[in-house]
């Protein structure tokens, strides 16, 4: 199936401070979905993109479908404590794979 | 909207006996659910991929016989683990599609224990 990998494994960023997560893929996806997981919780979807190129935010998120349709970007801005969490990325089809997942820490 | 619900929670059962996960779409018709397992600081793993009336599809690796999955409506499936052991222990987390989108949202999971 399709290969996401997703960088960086894990983040440790100071409250206020903005943060930038990657996933690249092997294939070319028409679709990257966004996700982040609290513990014990299922994940939540954050934000969606269709269109190459696409540059959508969502309050202080704001993610981009990459040019190639091949990577796709997802910043934070000015973090906060309930930033903290699992980000995932996906990139569905009819084989739905996520990328390992960006944990963030945010210290007060 | 989109939302989605999962029963139980949380169950503990003993080795050798059988447990069921209800997975409901509960504001929109699910054309495609899906069943995900996680392990400890680790990512979702598909399990199997089910749509309403027709068999599920399961991942590489995934015992069909072990992890019954039935999608009987448009918003309810169930996946069953039989004959549990230990190594079954772990977040079990479904999914909803509508078809309309590849959106798929999430419930918020059953943690199994076996013991």
């Known amino acids: 199936g399709q290969q996401l990998n997703q960088s960086p494994q894990s983040m440790f960023i100071q409250e206020g401070e903005d943060v930038s997560m990657n996933c690249t893929s092997s294939?070319?996806?028409?679709?990257w979905l966004w996700y982040k997981q609290d513990p014990g919780e299922g994940p939540v979807l954050l934000i969606a993109?269709?269109?190459?190129?696409e540059l959508t935010s969502n309050g202080r998120l704001t993610a981009q479908f990459g040019i190639t349709r091949k990577d796709s970007f997802l910043n934070i801005s000015a973090s906060i404590p309930s930033d903290v969490g699992i980000y995932f990325c996906?990139?569905?089809?009819?084989?739905?794979?996520f990328g390992a997942g960006t944990r963030l820490t945010v210290k007060p | 909207g989109a939302v989605v619900s999962q029963h139980p929670s949380w169950v503990i059962c003993k080795s050798g006996t059988s447990v069921k996960i209800e997975c409901r779409s509960l504001?929109?018709?699910?054309?495609?659910m899906f069943w995900y397992r996680q392990f400890p600081k680790q990512s979702l793993m598909l399990m199997a991929t089910?749509?309403?009336?027709?068999?599920?599809?399961?991942e590489q690796g995934v015992e069909k016989d072990k992890f019954l999955i039935n999608h009987a409506s448009l918003t309810l499936s169930t996946l069953t683990v039989t004959s549990a052991h230990p190594e079954d222990s772990s977040f079990y987390i479904c999914?909803?599609?509508?078809?309309?989108?590849?959106?798929?949202?999430f419930g918020p999971g059953t943690r199994l224990t076996v013991t």
């Open positions: 999914s909803a599609m509508t078809g309309a989108t590849y959106e798929q949202y």
């Open positions: 504001d929109f018709q699910a054309t495609t």
């Open positions: 089910s749509n309403e009336g027709s068999k599920a599809t399961y």
């Open positions: 294939s070319i996806f028409n679709t």
């Open positions: 996906a990139g569905p089809s009819n084989d739905m794979r």
């Open positions: 993109l269709y269109k190459a190129g």
